[in-house]
């Protein structure tokens, strides 16, 4: 085998003559009241602090490595230090409880102080005191002095501006110390994987996706600048005007297909007979146009005009029907009533009759004895004879009105009857009428049916021919975005190509890593692709297993510490590592991870980091003591968790 030619060892070089980390926190202070001693003082160092919950007879969890965690980010600018559920139940054990630290930025000692309970006073102050702001003495800061601390000496307003989605202040700082302070609930299954839902962090992280959270990882690491990112978000914008326009083009085709199919079926004609593209549209436009010649040009004797004179034709037949209808109508309703004057004219008759037979013998007022007429007018006890004459003139009368209504009754049924064959013949000269009215109205709306469908089709095919120009348009507009799009990126990659001092030493440091923490002639890279940032480990081949993607992301957290103990990142030499081991690290590897961790401590004579790790499994035996353990902690009893407290 051919031998390398350059030894690969992990040789920090410090940036000056720097003495101490630029940001560390030296103490972790907890209070269950402002008036009782603290629950717990946690001191801390430059270099390895190790949390170690031993898992004793399986209980090693519970005894409150994460929430330890969390705590410090809480300190350190996180909006929260625990889910929803815990954060209740710890407020509703400590009231009044406290959470302080002392953090080191450029030297200055910030004491800051946030409640755990029902306070919500927050704290930041430059070389202050925890146990005077304990007291409550002083006016409320809030978190923000400690924030744009940070954000302007460390991370400084020109990289915070490359860092997506500044919808808030402090972003880039918070978006930075959810990168050095990944959740334990990641599993680091993914170098971007920062913050889980399940952690309830409330991290401005959390709305970053995996392009953005690059960009900022980039930005944090000097492997990026302002012009790439003005690319970047120019070609963002050009995707969504790509995007547009591929719909657009979609549609634009399935329309012109559409119609090109319905203007094929009108002229009976199939596409394979047809042309293709422009001088197809020609010929159905020709097409619509001679078929609208022609139906201009049809003559008039086929009645179309007379159209008019028929429709009166007809509406007078319809009338005339209407008047015999209404004649026989009436004489119904007379036939239907003479007979019943006739009847009551007869009932008459047997009355009047009698009345005259009465007035010829009438019977004498006295004795009621019928006495001749011509007595009685000599009689001097009659003073009143009745008038026979009108007697008889109405028993006539009755007689002739018998007679009349008999005769208007044969008059009246005579006049029905000779309107029933009269009738029938007005209903079919209106049939006749009607018919050939709605003939010629059919072939006047078929002609004009006829007139529409053709000048539709010239709309048609001219509609079509500018579908067909304007997805030309459209498709040459797309194509000059794609083309637009692949330059902008081809500029990117020759910016990243440009930025690559700061990756290639980060492949270095990452690469040295890899070697030292594996053996066995390993190597590791990192290469930026268009898909993201590519981690590999070559051992015999590209190894990729659940523990080997873990080691990716733990060495390449730790190849940006190296990174910035020498001054060449924009986020500070600090990390915390939440149980790395339940990540499927073996347990040799995880021993050597303690041990390079050692060893970067004598880079500058004196430790210029700060890691912080959590774990079950056993440190080495020789970090399970001071300096190196910061405190060890236990699921059981309650009073060796963090909190000394069963919540």
Not at 10 to 25: F, Y
Not at 68 to 86: K, V
Not at 291 to 305: E, I
Not at 583 to 588: I, Q, S, Y
Request: net charge negative.
């Amino acid at each position: 085998m051919q031998p390398e030619l350059f030894q690969r060892t992990l040789d920090d070089t410090p940036a000056g003559d720097i003495k101490a980390p630029r940001l560390w926190v030296r103490r972790l202070v907890i209070w269950e009241a402002p008036d009782k001693q603290p629950l717990r003082d946690i001191p801390l160092r430059p270099g390895m602090n190790i949390v170690w919950t031993p898992d004793d007879q399986g209980i090693g969890h519970g005894g409150g490595k994460t929430l330890f965690c969390r705590l410090l980010r809480y300190c350190l600018g996180e909006n929260t230090f625990a889910p929803e559920e815990q954060r209740d139940s710890i407020a509703s054990a400590f009231l009044n409880a406290y959470v302080g630290a002392e953090v080191i930025l450029d030297g200055v000692c910030w004491a800051i102080l946030r409640p755990l309970g029902s306070r919500r006073r927050h704290f930041a102050v430059p070389e202050g005191q925890l146990e005077e702001l304990i007291k409550g003495e002083m006016s409320s800061t809030g978190i923000e002095p400690f924030l744009n601390a940070v954000e302007n000496k460390m991370i400084t307003s020109q990289v915070a501006e490359l860092v997506p989605g500044r919808k808030q202040q402090y972003l880039a700082w918070q978006v930075a110390l959810a990168w050095l302070t990944r959740d334990q609930e990641c599993r680091f299954d993914h170098v971007l994987d920062w913050r889980s839902t399940q952690s309830d962090s409330d991290s401005p992280a959390r709305g970053l996706n995996q392009t953005e959270k690059l960009e900022a990882l980039r930005a944090f690491l000097k492997a990026m600048t302002p012009q790439e990112q003005s690319l970047r978000q120019e070609i963002s914008k050009q995707d969504e005007v790509k995007g547009k326009l591929e719909r657009e083009t979609d549609h634009q085709r399935w329309e012109i297909q559409r119609l090109r199919q319905a203007l094929l079926e009108a002229f009976s004609v199939t596409d394979d007979e047809l042309t293709q593209g422009s001088m197809g549209i020609a010929l159905l436009r020709d097409a619509a146009h001679s078929r609208l010649a022609k139906l201009s040009d049809v003559p008039s004797d086929q009645g179309v005009t007379n159209v008019h004179e028929a429709r009166d034709a007809y509406e007078s037949a319809k009338n005339a029907v209407i008047e015999i209808e209404k004649k026989a109508e009436r004489l119904g309703a007379e036939i239907a009533i003479i007979p019943n004057l006739i009847a009551r004219i007869e009932g008459e008759y047997p009355s009047l009759q009698l009345a005259l037979s009465e007035t010829e013998s009438f019977p004498c007022p006295i004795c009621e004895v019928p006495i001749d007429r011509v007595l009685a007018d000599g009689c001097g006890l009659s003073h009143k004879l009745p008038d026979i004459d009108a007697c008889k003139q109405r028993l006539q009368q009755n007689r002739d009105d018998y007679a009349n209504e008999k005769e208007r009754l044969t008059v009246k049924r005579r006049e029905l009857n000779q309107l029933k064959p009269e009738l029938e013949l007005a209903k079919q000269k209106k049939d006749i009428a009607e018919a050939r009215y709605r003939k010629l109205d059919d072939a006047r709306h078929s002609q004009e049916n006829s007139l529409y469908e053709a000048k539709r089709l010239i709309d048609e095919s001219e509609r079509l021919e500018h579908l067909m120009h304007h997805q030309q348009q459209t498709s040459e507009k797309l194509q000059g975005v794609i083309e637009n799009i692949e330059n902008m990126r081809q500029q990117v990659i020759d910016l990243i190509n440009r930025q690559a001092s700061a990756l290639s030493e980060l492949n270095e440091k990452f690469d040295a890593i890899i070697n030292s923490l594996i053996k066995d002639d390993c190597s590791g890279s990192i290469r930026l692709t268009g898909k993201g940032l590519n981690l590999t480990v070559q051992m015999g081949g590209n190894r990729s297993t659940s523990a080997i993607d873990s080691l990716k992301v733990v060495a390449f957290d730790l190849a940006a510490l190296c990174l910035a103990i020498e001054g060449k990142t924009n986020i500070p030499a600090f990390l915390i590592h939440d149980s790395p081991r339940e990540a499927d690290l073996g347990l040799p590897l995880y021993d050597r991870l303690f041990q390079l961790i050692r060893d970067l401590e004598d880079v500058g004579g004196s430790p210029l980091f700060q890691y912080i790790i959590t774990t079950t499994t056993r440190p080495p035996t020789e970090f399970q003591v001071k300096p190196w353990l910061a405190v060890r902690l236990s699921g059981s009893p309650a009073s060796e968790r963090l909190l000394r407290n069963d919540l």
